[in-house]
Nanobody
Framework: QVQLVEAGGGLVQPGGSLRLSCAAS????????MGWYRQVPGKQRELVAL???????AYADPVKGRVTISRDNAKNTVYLQMNSLKPEDTAVYYC?????????WGQGTQVTVSS
């Protein structure tokens, strides 16, 4: 079955950096687009970044220029490099894959940006 396991979250000061990772298993990773989303309490989950199977990327406006999504198909892992972090980036970050119209999510990793 599909499994997504995020890691790399934590507490970081404003202006700092974090690199999130998502290890995928249970499906042919290289053939699927992968996404990172985030959610704060009381708000809808929102897209942060997407990467296609071919490596094309797309970013949400609030993170453009500060975030880079990448993938390593040999390791079945997708990454999210986040720089110049702001307090408003504080959220639980989730890895996502959509297969046949069904969304699969990891357990999430907490990112807290605070001084």
């Amino acid at each position: 079955q599909v499994q997504l396991v995020e890691a790399g979250g934590g507490l970081v000061q404003p202006g700092g950096s974090l690199r999130l990772s998502c290890a995928a298993s249970g499906f042919s990773f290289r053939y699927y687009a992968m996404g990172w989303y985030r959610q704060v309490p009381g708000k809808q989950r929102e897209l942060v970044a997407l990467i296609t199977s071919g490596g094309s990327t797309a970013y949400a406006d609030p993170v453009k220029g500060r975030v880079t999504i990448s993938r390593d198909n040999a390791k079945n892992t997708v990454y999210l490099q986040m720089n110049s972090l702001k307090p408003e980036d504080t959220a639980v970050y989730y890895c996502n894959v959509r297969q046949r119209g069904q969304d699969y999510w990891g357990q999430g990793t907490q990112v807290t940006v605070s001084s």
